[in-house]
């Protein structure tokens, strides 16, 4: 029998004590790395598989016009959502839910057996009403969560819609300002977190934890209510007089670029726009759609003759026999037989085809193009708005004498609306070409403190102040003695110029007796504080005149428009010119003391509405000096003298 010496046993012990040793340092620096340098990262990854987040849906940003007014805010329209695994009878529970959410059993099923953690019902369980969220309360079923939601809501109904435009089922923008600062209005998520074992049951010894979501920011627009409002009106009034194929308007601040005011038909309602032909709700036409502008272009003809020094609007004179000739076409003026002998100023006055197409030749091809080009024509405004269009020019290459004839009283050019509003918002501010903006601050939707604004951005000064106040001139006698008396508003300079532009059909000839009619006008005359475009497409039983059908409706919105900003009434400015049918409007006579006998003969133009009793007049409305049209109402409170 081998035997095994002492020092043999040592050397044995002591090489297990080592190893031993060594293992369980081995053991200790693993502890020790798991328990301090990657336990949290291991605690996490628990918490993740015991984790169920139930989401919570942050407050969509609400959109607000300049004076704070809501136009968009957000109404509470929770949903459902399924934690499968701790649904006690799902039968029972799937009946329930098919019934309160209007679905079908067999999908209510899969959902409160499907193998998730935490399942949305989608889009049954989505934006609930009142009603299913109380039926689900009172239920009280395991497994069933109702999770805070909410939808958008519109104060003013359809208003601003093509602005404003709209979001989805996951409050995410889809269209309009909604989709342009998406990001900015949606906030980030939240969630509400429970435990549960591996079998989904919740594990009563944690607690739920909740991380807020946080809301998005609350946007204030340019656009001014009152204004909108009475855009929206004229737009209504001019749908159901005229039935057009289309109509449009923009008011602009011309000093900033910001829009006071925007829409156009059809419309749609926001909230509904599922419900009508996407071309509704794709287009918003005062950026979207180009077509040939008409004579509300040879604002820009005339800027860059002006500017150019190559005319003098009251001196000077051109000879009008009712049409021109340009390499071998046939270019007419609007009025058979044309305007005869006239100054400038009344070829600007007239809209007179042959006057323009000389002004267009004075300038050139390179001269009149670079004007346009300057004006912001061709290219995009930038505006903060989906879908903008940049319009069409002729490229110079192929401009021949005929083109730049027909470009100089915009024909064969087309532009956008927004482009229109903004180039002659330079041409009468002075020269300063802005780019136009919708969105004017953002602010902190708890504090309403203002976290960013948007400035004014200066793209180009085009003319100078001089030729600025030459046209403002010559368009204020355009609404005062010429085309656009419609325009005229009794106590306010108003200046502007009308159009009456072709349609080209499917077959690339010009339409018979189908036009876009618009005006573009601004005031006070002297001191612009507000640009008005406004185009209607088609309309059907009438004359198919700017001047007819466009003129007299922004006369009502700048009327309207300018009280509404505080623009006091100035007596000085041109007289207007009336023409047959036209009446000259009446002053109101003061008639404050005079006896019943003796109005009638002060009342011959206008009728009398008494209130009192008594012999002497003792207050009227209107008050004396206020003109107002012939056949009008004065009202009058009767009593006795003092």
């Known amino acids: 029998m081998k035997r095994v010496s002492g020092v043999t046993v040592r050397k044995r012990l002591v090489t297990v004590f080592l190893c031993g040793l060594a293992f369980f340092l081995i053991m200790c620096i693993r502890l020790g790395y798991v328990q301090f340098v990657i336990g949290d990262e291991l605690y996490q990854r628990a918490e993740e598989l015991w984790q169920r987040d139930i989401p919570l849906e942050p407050e969509r940003g609400k959109i607000l016009d300049r004076n704070g007014e809501v136009l968009v805010k957000n109404v509470s329209a929770p949903s459902v959502m399924v934690v499968p695994r701790q649904v006690k009878n799902p039968q029972k529970t799937a009946e329930a839910l098919a019934s309160i959410l209007d679905m079908s059993y067999e999908k209510a099923y899969q959902y409160v057996t499907k193998n998730a953690a935490v399942e949305r019902i989608h889009p049954e369980g989505r934006k609930l009403n009142e009603n299913q969220v109380f039926k689900l309360q009172e239920l009280n079923m395991p497994g069933v969560y109702i999770a805070e939601d909410s939808k958008r809501s519109y104060p003013y109904d359809d208003m601003l819609s093509h602005i404003l435009g709209f979001t989805g089922i996951d409050n995410q923008g889809l269209a309009g300002i909604e989709l342009f600062y998406d990001e900015k209005l949606s906030g980030k998520r939240g969630s509400l977190s429970f435990f549960s074992d591996a079998k989904g049951k919740k594990l009563t010894d944690y607690a739920e934890i909740y991380n807020p979501p946080e809301d998005g920011l609350d946007l204030k627009l340019t656009i001014d209510l009152d204004i909108q409002k009475i855009i929206e009106r004229e737009l209504d009034l001019a749908e159901e007089k005229y039935n057009p194929d289309g109509a449009l308007a923009i008011a602009v601040d011309p000093d900033t670029g910001e829009v006071l005011a925007m829409d ?129 020019l002729f490229k110079e290459e192929n401009v021949g004498p005929v083109e730049l004839a027909t470009t100089a009283f915009g024909q064969g050019v087309s532009v956008t609306p927004i482009q229109q509003v903004m180039a002659v918002a330079a041409a009468v501010n002075g020269g300063y070409l802005y780019q136009p903006y919708v969105a004017k601050e953002w602010l902190d939707p708890v504090t309403g403190e203002v976290i960013e604004s948007q400035k004014p951005v200066l793209r180009e000064r085009i003319i100078s102040r001089e030729t600025s106040e030459k046209i403002r001139k010559a368009l204020e006698s355009v609404v005062a003695k010429g085309t656009g008396r419609g325009a005229y508003v009794e106590g306010y300079r108003v200046g502007g110029k009308t159009g009456t532009a072709q349609k080209v059909g499917k077959d690339g000839k010009y339409m018979s007796n189908n036009h876009i009619v618009s005006f573009i006008g601004f005031a006070p005359a002297d001191d612009p504080e507000l640009v008005v475009y406004l185009a209607i497409d088609n309309p059907k039983n009438t004359v198919q005149f700017g001047g007819v059908v466009a003129a007299p409706i922004v006369g009502n919105i700048m009327s309207d428009s300018l009280r509404a900003l505080g623009v006091e009434e100035r007596t000085t400015g041109l007289a207007k010119k009336y023409q047959w049918p036209d009446q000259p409007m009446v002053e109101v006579p003061d008639l404050i003391g005079l006896s019943k006998d003796e109005l009638s003969r002060y009342l011959l133009n206008l009728s009398i509405d008494e209130d009192g009793e008594g012999n002497y007049v003792i207050d009227q409305t209107p008050e004396p000096g206020k003109k107002v049209e012939q056949g009008s109402t004065i009202r009058i409170l009767l009593g006795e003298k003092n």
Do not use: M
């Open 264 to 392: 156009s038909r059809p419309n749609f309602h926001p909230a509904n726009y599922q419900s009508v032909d996407p071309k509704v709700y794709n287009r918003n036409l005062p950026v979207w759609s180009t077509y040939e502008p008409g004579s509300t272009f040879k604002i820009i003809t005339l800027a860059a003759a002006l500017e150019e020094g190559l005319v003098d609007l009251e001196n000077d004179h051109f000879h009008d026999p009712g049409y021109i000739e340009v390499d071998g076409a046939t270019l007419h003026c609007w009025r058979r037989g044309g305007h005869g002998s006239q100054t400038y100023l009344e070829v600007v006055q007239n809209s007179c085809n042959p006057g323009f197409v000389n002004l267009g030749q004075k300038l050139g091809k390179e001269k009149l193009f670079s004007y346009i080009k300057k004006f912001g024509f061709g290219k995009k405004t930038g505006i903060d708005l989906q879908g903008e269009g940049k319009g069409i």
